[in-house]
T-cell receptor, first 117, second 116 residues
Framework: GAVVSQHPSWVICKSGTSVKIECRSL??????MFWYRQFPKQSLMLMATSNEGSKATYEQGVEKDKFLINHASLTLSTLTVTSAHPEDSSFYIC?????????????FGPGTRLTVT | AQKITQTQPGMFVQEKEAVTLDCTYDTSDQSYGLFWYKQPSSGEMIFLIYQGSYDEQNATEGRYSLNFQKARKSANLVISASQLGDSAMYFC?????????????FGTGTSLTVIP
C-alpha cells in the first residue's frame, strides 16, 4: 500500500526557534497534501491544503506567516513552524492524496510530536 | 453545524464481545465518502473501512463493518470479537463531493478500551 513518511517523528525546540517538518509520499506522487494538528485527546484539525507548485490554502484561523508550507515536489511537502511558542506544542499529521480514484484516497503519515520549551 | 458527530467519548467492551461506535454526519452533497480510522497511542492514523454514499451494501473489512443508514445519516462502526489490541481512539471522517482532493472532516473521536 501507499506509504507516507514524516520526519522528524518528534522534536523538542526552544521558544522562538523555527522547526521544519517533512512529509513525503514514498511510493506515489501526491499533487495534494494536507496538514493537520491534533491536541491531546482531541480531533484532527485541518490546518492547510498543500498543492504542488502553488501556494497552500490555509484554514480560517491558521496564521500563514507562522505555519509556512512548501510543496516543492510531487513527493514532498514541508511545514515550518516559525518562532515557535509553547502553545504550538502539538501533534502534527500530514496526509497525501493518492492520485487514483480509490476509496483509500488519503494516506496519513505517522505524525510529528512537537514540544516547544 | 458539525459535519461529523461522535457522541461517545469513551467506550468499554469485554474481550471477544462486539462493540458499536456511533457516527452521524451532516452534508447536503449527494456524493460523499465516509471513513473510519484507528489511532493507537503511538499516534498514527490507521485506515479501517470506507463507505461511499452510493454504495448500497454495508462495507465490511474483516472484523470491521460499517452500519450505513443513509436516511438517518449515520455510519456506525461495528467491531466484532474485540481484541485487546483494539484499544485505541477511533475517528469517523467524511469527504464531501466527488473530488478526492477534498478535505476530510473528522469527528471528536471515541476512546475504546477492551477489557480482558
Amino acid at each position: 500500500g501507499a506509504v507516507v513518511s514524516q520526519h522528524p517523528s518528534w522534536v523538542i525546540c526552544k521558544s522562538g526557534t523555527s522547526v521544519k517538518i517533512e512529509c513525503r509520499s514514498l511510493d506515489f506522487q501526491a499533487t495534494t497534501m494536507f496538514w493537520y494538528r491534533q491536541f491531546p485527546k482531541q480531533s484532527l484539525m485541518l490546518m492547510a491544503t498543500s498543492n504542488e507548485g502553488s501556494k497552500a490554502t490555509y484554514e480560517q484561523g491558521v496564521e500563514k506567516d507562522k505555519f509556512l508550507i512548501n510543496h516543492a515536489s510531487l513527493t514532498l511537502s514541508t511545514l515550518t513552524v516559525t518562532s515557535a511558542h509553547p502553545e504550538d506544542s502539538s501533534f502534527y499529521i500530514c496526509s497525501a492524496r493518492y492520485p487514483a480514484a480509490s476509496s483509500y484516497e488519503q494516506y496519513f503519515g505517522p505524525g510529528t510530536r512537537l514540544t516547544v520549551t | 453545524a458539525q459535519k461529523i458527530t461522535q457522541t461517545q467519548p469513551g467506550m468499554f467492551v469485554q474481550e471477544k464481545e462486539a462493540v458499536t461506535l456511533d457516527c452521524t454526519y451532516d452534508t447536503s452533497d449527494q456524493s460523499y465518502g465516509l471513513f473510519w480510522y484507528k489511532q493507537p497511542s503511538s499516534g498514527e492514523m490507521i485506515f479501517l473501512i470506507y463507505q461511499g454514499s452510493y454504495d448500497e451494501q454495508n462495507a465490511t473489512e474483516g472484523r470491521y463493518s460499517l452500519n450505513f443508514q443513509k436516511a438517518r445519516k449515520s455510519a456506525n462502526l461495528v467491531i466484532s470479537a474485540s481484541q485487546l489490541g483494539d484499544s485505541a481512539m477511533y475517528f469517523c471522517a467524511m469527504r464531501e463531493g466527488r473530488n478526492t482532493g477534498n478535505q476530510f472532516y473528522f469527528g471528536t473521536g471515541t476512546s475504546l478500551t477492551v477489557i480482558p
